[in-house]
T-cell receptor
Framework: DQQVKQNSPSLSVQEGRISILNCDYT??????FLWYKKYPAEGPTFLIS?????DKNEDGRFTVFLNKSAKHLSLHIVPSQPGDSAVYFC???????????????FGKGTSLLVTP | GAGVSQSPRYKVTKRGQDVALRCDPI?????LYWYRQALGQGPEFLTY????????KSGLPNDRFSAERPEGSISTLTIQRTEQRDSAMYRC???????????FGQGTRLTVV
């Protein structure tokens, strides 16, 4: 069963506009959330994260919002640039006490295309 | 090394053969994870090591899959008697102790024919 869901397989945005990537989760025990970015032929790379005790984390052009009551998070990229074109994975980590360390539960990914 | 290194990058094997996939984590990273990624899906957790101890292997699909990390550094994921359904990208990630940010290798693309 998919505990982290990214319901949009793809998204196309014009350069300079905002990109909003969405993610929903079902497990209320998730304690930490991350976004990974992946270019073709490369492994995923860490982009930004947020703890469950926060509702917003900002890093430059990237902001992640967390709505715990709705079990929803989103990644905003403003302004979007062509180099942002990649697959974005939402991931979640269970809280302390998990046997699996900080193993990531990934969504299926959203492919973002930023057009000039 | 500078990043997580996985070898081979590509592996084609005949059904029924055994394969061994290698992961060389970032130096000093005590946590090591193996994931499997099917086409169009996100990576799925297979197993986790803390130093040399395999703390969790709940994600391994069946007993044909095993992993080891005997000296707390390099890890090997072994698949015995491979089947076509084992074809996937196998990804390794490592992280510092207590750190949630995991660094991924480029993966090994396994194709079982």
């Amino acid at each position: 069963d998919q505990q982290v869901k990214q319901n949009s397989p793809s998204l196309s945005v014009q350069e300079g506009r905002i990109s909003i990537l969405n993610c929903d989760y079902t497990n209320s025990m998730f304690d930490y959330f991350l976004w990974y970015k992946k270019y073709p032929a490369e492994g995923p790379t860490f982009l930004i994260s947020i703890s469950s005790i926060k509702d917003k984390n900002e890093d430059g052009r990237f902001t992640v919002f967390l709505n715990k009551s709705a079990k929803h998070l989103s990644l905003h990229i403003v302004p979007s640039q062509p180099g942002d074109s990649a697959v974005y994975f939402c991931a979640a980590i269970l809280g302390e006490g998990s046997n699996s360390g900080y193993a990531l539960n990934f969504g299926k990914g959203t492919s973002l295309l930023v057009t000039p | 090394g500078a990043g997580v290194s996985q070898s081979p990058r590509y592996k084609v094997t005949k059904r029924g053969q055994d394969v061994a996939l290698r992961c060389d984590p970032i130096s000093g990273h005590v946590s090591l994870y193996w994931y499997r990624q099917a086409l169009g899906q996100g990576p799925e957790f297979l197993t986790y090591f803390n130093y040399e101890a395999q703390q969790d292997k709940s994600g391994l699909p069946n007993d044909r899959f095993s992993a080891e990390r005997p000296e707390g550094s390099i890890s090997t994921l072994t698949i015995q008697r491979t089947e076509q359904r084992d074809s996937a990208m196998y990804r390794c990630a490592s992280s510092r102790e207590g750190n949630t940010e995991a660094f991924f290798g480029q993966g090994t693309r396994l194709t079982v024919v």
